[in-house]
């Protein structure tokens, strides 16, 4: 049940990295790449999240450097820019379930407007949903900006041949 799970969070984040990808237009080879980092990505902060009690944002922050670590050596073997294999694999890890939830309680709050204990649950549940969605892109965008940071001539440099 548990080896479920996982394969099943992993082939649903390549899916949708697959459809992410296609949006940008890569090459063809990129494809395969953009799934594999999504879906080691995705299962990764998954697991995390769910067997080892990491919350979500330290553990976007992990799924976000495997991501970027693995695009930069993957980026090499389809000899794309990491940037065209990494951007599309994190996009699944966007929290939408806070960032909706921040929405609708904000309309909520609107229309919410004559009761005062009303507004004051909904402008609650809004500012907790917008610090974790901004949160967790933050980190989903600075850990993928690690490996660039560290490794700035092989980042740069996926996409020529050795000499």
């Known amino acids: 049940m548990i080896a479920w799970n996982i394969l099943s969070d992993a082939l649903f984040a390549a899916l949708a990295g697959i459809g992410f990808g296609a949006i940008s237009d890569p090459p063809m ?3 395969r790449f ?7 990505g995705h299962s990764f902060r998954y697991i995390l999240m769910t067997f080892a009690g990491v ?18 050596w993957l980026g090499k073997i389809a000899r ?25 309680s904000l309309i909520m709050f609107l229309q919410n407007m004559e009761s005062s204990s009303q507004r004051a649950l909904y402008m609650d549940m809004f500012f907790s949903n917008m ?6 892109v933050f980190v989903l965008a600075a850990g993928v900006t690690v490996p660039m940071l560290i490794f700035p001539k092989r ?8 000499r």
């Open 29 to 31: 080879r990129a494809f």
């Open 34 to 40: 953009i799934a594999i980092l999504a879906a080691a």
């Open 55 to 72: 919350e979500i944002s330290l553990g976007s922050l992990a799924g976000a450097l495997l991501i970027g670590f693995g695009g930069l």
């Open 80 to 104: 794309t820019p990491m940037t065209v294999l990494c951007i599309p694999a994190l996009l699944p890890m966007i929290p939408g379930k806070f960032a909706y939830n921040m929405v609708f």
């Open 131 to 136: 610090v974790i969605t901004g949160s967790v």
């Open 155 to 162: 980042a740069f440099s996926l996409t020529r041949k050795k």
